[in-house]
């Protein structure tokens, strides 16, 4: 087992510089095991490091989830189970997806980071959720070295939040997720955000899984940042879920509020709009600030520190609430 001493800053996509007790690579399970019988502690679990926000060294052993492979593991007339490796590239796993024709991730398409990370933070993009087509996750208890599979009733899964995020924080490492894809019938989502008219503009009627995806990275890429020129870990906020009693006050106000609908009682606001409006768009401090294009996003122009970021999150925070009355949450991990 080697423990290199490495500068966190290439392992996060915000690019700020860190330190810790070593980072330790588990490419497989024996990996794993070899790391937990050597007694070390504590450890943080690292994934593809683009939804993290580093605020100072971590006094810790820092465990880079490597574990690869995509595998078919029973499939049917309409569709597969496939098992994949927690450190695939989440990206990666919907292009292997969209070639052999199996929907149902392609609204996900261009999310950074890991297979790994997927469920912990039950991400989604354009109306789906990865929950929607999950089935079940392999797991190794972090304390008793024991293996465990959790199937979808208990992942206790919200908005972007799921067990892993709560109660089991840090308890599990998460080696394989199986997903459930469909073969044919695909059922698409066009309805939410700009996909319809990405479609139209492209002269698509009769969409397929991949035309969706291109129109999906099409607006991903027109409104966020490359992490690999602008250090940001996309999204920064989660939007957030209102009263509607609430909701009808502040739109009597605000008339242009957009808004979706979750449920009989409560409305989903867009945080970007929120943040927007409070005139934090665009603002930026010395190397940091918020994206000129797209108000979700926090970003690291170079040279930025982890806790001024943070510092900056905490004042958009404070400029949602003065105006809205509306508390928005992060929906990246805070270190």
């Known amino acids: 087992m080697e423990i290199r001493q490495e500068s966190l800053k290439a392992y996060n996509t915000f690019g700020l510089d860190a ?16 790391y937990l019988v050597q ?31 995509i595998e078919i593991i029973d499939e049917d007339d309409d569709q597969v189970i496939v098992k994949v490796g927690a450190g695939e590239s989440w990206h990666q796993f919907v292009l292997w997806a969209l070639s052999h024709h199996l929907g149902g991730v392609e609204n996900l398409s261009l999310i950074p980071g890991s297979v790994g990370a997927a469920p912990m ?32 009733n208990e992942c206790h899964f919200g908005y972007r939040e799921s067990i892993f995020k709560n109660e089991l924080k840090d308890q599990y490492f998460i080696t394989h997720v199986t997903y459930i894809l469909s073969k044919r019938n695909h059922h698409l989502h066009i309805e939410y955000g700009a996909i319809k008219e990405v479609l139209a503009k492209n002269e698509i009627s009769t969409p397929t899984i991949r035309d969706v995806s291109d129109a999906v990275i099409e607006i991903r890429q027109s409104k966020l940042p490359d992490p690999k020129r602008i250090g940001n870990a996309g999204s920064f906020f989660k939007n957030p879920v209102i009263p509607i009693s609430q909701y009808q006050d502040l739109k009597s106000r605000f008339p242009e509020m957009p808004s979706y609908p979750v449920d009989e009682l409560l ?22 600030g918020v994206h000129k294009l797209q108000a979700l996003v926090l970003v690291n122009y170079g040279g930025g520190q982890g806790n001024d970021l943070w510092q900056l999150a905490l004042d958009v925070q404070s400029k949602v609430l003065e105006k809205f009355n509306i508390n928005i949450h992060p929906e990246v991990n805070i270190w």
């Open 267 to 288: 409305i989903k606001v867009p945080a970007g709009w929120l943040i927007e409006q409070a005139g934090m768009k665009g603002y930026t401090k010395g190397q940091i």
């Open 121 to 152: 933070q039950n991400i989604g993009a354009y109306g789906v959720e990865q929950e929607a087509f999950f089935h079940s996750l392999n797991a190794i208890d972090m304390i008793h070295g024991i293996r465990k599979t959790f199937f979808k």
């Open 39 to 69: 007694g070390l502690s504590p450890s943080k679990i690292l994934g593809g490091g683009s939804n993290i926000l580093v605020t100072q060294d971590i006094d810790a052993y820092i465990l880079k989830n490597n574990i690869k492979g």
């Open 19 to 34: 330190t810790s007790k070593g980072i330790i690579s588990i490419n497989n399970e024996q990996d794993l095991f070899e």
